[in-house]
């Protein structure tokens, strides 16, 4: 297990309030949470209660939009929470490219944010969901035409949704492990079963195999954060807790 366990807020956006949440994360043993874009509406009090609880927030999720239109205004966010690291979580269907030029384009733009984030001091990457790894007509893959477009990028793959896809984590950690500064450990459950919760299960009850992917995370990458995910969990308490204590164990 790694030694420091972070949790995505975003996993318990439907559960409030948020001192509640922060509380709960604390007493299950999280060190580390991971921010979105609802936690940055009063960052005094989000920072208010990651030190009442000796929670810290080294990363984030921050919008295209944001990054892009008011970079001076997550850089504030970001500097207020401790973040070091910044990811761009997604991209809305319509505005996704068709081409692989396309997607490359899109590599650039994110390159052109994350040269401005490092001259800030800060990491800066891109985090995947399944789209990235579905074939475009001329048979590349998104993922490889975002990184050929932006050669500087971290990654922080969203290890779920690359086995959604159909594909191997293993494989493209050992592909990119170089780009790769955090993982989302989030589960998939077995196909049919719980359709209530988009398909995800707690971590270690659904089909990834963890042993072998945290092998290949730790010989391949630069990883420093390891973040638990679920999209929409029935009961962010059951998930929370039963997720951390099947890491506890490995």
């Known amino acids: 297990m790694p030694k420091r366990i972070s949790f995505q807020l975003y996993s318990a956006r439907k559960t409030q309030p948020w001192s509640a949440v922060i509380e709960h994360l604390a007493k299950c043993g ?21 030190d009442q609880h000796g929670l810290t927030m080294p ?19 970001a500097a207020a929470l401790g973040i070091r690291t910044i990811y761009c979580p997604f991209i809305m269907p319509d505005q996704r490219p068709k081409s692989g ?30 789209f990235e790894f579905k074939k475009l007509s001329d048979g590349s893959l998104p993922i490889d035409r975002i990184f050929e477009g932006g050669p500087m990028l971290d990654w922080e793959i969203d290890l779920a949704w690359v086995a ?4 191997n984590p293993v494989k493209w950690i050992k592909t990119y492990g170089e780009r790769i500064t955090a993982v989302h450990i989030k589960d998939n459950a077995p196909k049919g079963k719980n359709l209530d919760q988009h398909g995800q299960a707690d971590v270690g009850k659904g089909t990834l195999k963890w042993a072998e992917i945290f092998k290949a995370v730790r010989e391949n990458t630069r ?28």
């Open 164 to 167: 959604h896809a159909k594909h």
């Open 223 to 250: 990883c420093t954060s390891y973040v638990v995910e679920h999209d929409d969990p029935k009961d962010f308490k059951f998930f929370a807790k039963n997720s951390f204590n099947y890491l506890s164990k490995l």
């Open 101 to 130: 030029a396309g997607w490359k384009a899109f590599g650039k733009r994110l390159g052109a944010v994350g040269k401005a984030m490092r001259e800030e001091g800060y990491g800066f990457g891109w985090h995947n969901h399944d």
């Open 30 to 50: 999280y060190k580390e949470v991971e921010g979105f874009g609802a936690n940055y509406e009063d960052v005094a009090a989000t920072r208010a209660l990651l």
């Open 59 to 77: 990363t984030g999720h921050f919008s295209i939009d944001i990054l892009e239109k008011e970079p001076k205004k997550a850089i504030k966010i």
